[in-house]
């Protein structure tokens, strides 16, 4: 085993990152093909979906950091189940806000996984797989096809890992690869999964998601 690991395994927490699911402000790439109700209606399966699927992966506390602040009404109207926590992503760009909620978690003594709402290939097995690659190493993480990721574990926390990253490019995933090897941090990299980002991302959702929506 890496010596940078902890002896012990942590617990772990899965903190998923979302937009409140409103027309005109989730999914908004996809307006051009959806509308931007078609958008948000999008939003709202992908946000159930992630939910049910962390919670049945059945691998540590869920939490599901959210933006605009929890305070706002539309967080109460989703029927969130009652075991996900519910916290604020706060200001700041992504990788502030990430680096923020890993310093937090980290600091509390758990290990994080850091997923969106937007990729329905990743299920509960991969995030069992996931958890399990923490017991082994410093980071784990499941590349998008796009250039980004769909899921980043961490075991602590080093502001490197996501400052100065060019977000929303095809090199997000290499330069955060990058920051953890120049760390001396041993990494499992899982298979790429497809996000949900474009409207040429469409063909990868469940057909019967995409009928719903068009209904």
């Known amino acids: 085993m890496n010596t940078s690991i ?7 927490r899965i903190v998923i990152f979302a937009k409140a699911p409103r027309p005109g402000l989730a999914k908004s790439r996809l307006i051009p093909a959806l509308g931007s109700d ?23 506390t869920v939490e599901l950091c959210v933006t605009p602040a929890m305070t706002d009404p539309i967080w109460q109207s989703l029927g969130i189940p009652a075991a996900v926590q519910l916290t604020d992503q ?5 990788g502030e806000r ?18 969106g709402t ?11 797989a996931a958890a399990q690659s923490l017991q082994l190493c410093d980071a784990t993480l499941f590349p998008a096809a796009d250039g980004g990721y769909a899921l ?11 400052s100065g990253i060019s977000r929303s490019t095809e090199t997000v ?12 941090w041993s990494v499992q990299c ?8 474009e409207p040429a991302d469409l063909q990868w959702l469940p057909k019967d998601w995409l009928a719903d929506i068009r209904s």
């Open 152 to 162: 980043l574990g961490l075991n602590r926390f080093h502001a490197s890992v996501f």
């Open 98 to 115: 990430m680096a923020r909620a890993t310093r937090r978690v980290t600091g509390s003594g758990e290990a994080v996984l850091f997923i």
């Open 38 to 60: 078609g958008a948000a209606a999008l939003a709202r399966r992908f946000l159930a979906h992630t939910l049910d699927t962390a919670l049945a992966a059945s691998v540590g």
């Open 118 to 128: 937007d990729c329905p290939g990743l299920g509960a097995v991969e995030l069992q």
């Open 173 to 184: 995933t290499l330069e955060t690869l990058d920051r953890l090897e120049n760390l001396g």
């Open 6 to 12: 902890d002896q012990c395994i942590r617990p772990l």
């Open 190 to 197: 899982h298979p790429p999964l497809h996000d949900i980002d």
């Open 90 to 94: 706060g200001e700041g760009d992504l």
